[in-house]
């Protein structure tokens, strides 16, 4: 079955600045790649997904991209604010109606 | 109408106890499923009924049990539960399949 690795597990950064997140998937045949925003108490909230045709997608600060060849996609975000702190979860289809995820990346932003 | 609804919020119950949790959407969804989450861990998916068709993590224990009334209502069925069950219960709806599934806001359930 598919396994997602996630990294880094925690991450913190200064306002403004830029935060990368990675994951790698196993099964070649994952077509779908969402990642998931969760702050402390809420249940998770679908941020950006990417899809196998695609290699970038971007929505204001927040990007996806997707290396196929490689079994890579990264979330990039970009002038981070204290309210981007949070827990980042990438998953991956892994069969027709179920998601596989990662571990989680607890995000900090500093002011 | 772009929500999961969750009820209740919060949950205490013995070991004892029989309880349901329920979950709601009006988005036209044919898929809903049930997560489980512990502390610092990702979400661990249950069950997921898609076009009415049951599917189970085959490692779920059988004191939950789902139920699907109609394509918007989903309900988890609690009995005999253990302290080791306590976690956030969480339901997610889509379209279809994995893709674009939507989360509600949880229900925390302690057992005691």
């Known amino acids: 079955g598919e396994n997602v690795e996630q990294h880094p597990s925690t991450l913190s950064v200064q306002e403004g600045d830029s935060a990368v997140i990675k994951c790698t998937y196993s099964?070649?045949?994952?077509?779908?790649f969402p990642w998931y925003k969760q702050e402390l108490g809420k249940g998770p909230q679908l941020i950006i997904d990417?899809?196998?045709?695609?290699g970038e997608k971007k929505d204001q600060r927040i990007a996806v991209t997707l290396n196929k060849t490689a079994k890579h996609f990264s979330l990039h975000i970009t002038e981070t604010q204290p309210e981007d702190s949070a827990v980042y979860f990438c998953?991956?289809?892994?069969?027709?109606?179920?998601?596989?995820f990662g571990k989680g990346t607890k995000l900090t932003v500093n002011p | 109408d772009t929500e999961v609804t969750q009820t209740p919020k919060h949950l205490v119950m013995g070991m004892t106890n029989k309880k349901s949790l329920k979950c709601e959407q009006h988005m036209g969804h044919r898929a809903m499923y049930w997560y489980k989450q512990k502390a610092k861990k990702p979400p661990e998916l249950m069950f997921v009924?898609?076009?009415?068709?049951?599917?189970i993590n085959e490692s779920v224990p059988s004191r939950f049990s789902p139920e699907c009334p109609n394509s918007s209502l989903l309900n988890l069925h609690l009995h005999a539960l253990q302290p080791e069950d306590s976690a956030l219960y969480l339901c997610a709806s889509s379209y279809r399949g994995a893709w674009e599934q939507f989360f509600g806001p949880g229900t925390r359930l302690t057992v005691l």
């Open positions: 009924y898609s076009y009415e068709k049951l599917s």
């Open positions: 099964d070649s045949a994952s077509n779908y």
């Open positions: 990417i899809r196998s045709n695609v």
């Open positions: 998953a991956a289809q892994g069969g027709s109606e179920k998601l596989v």
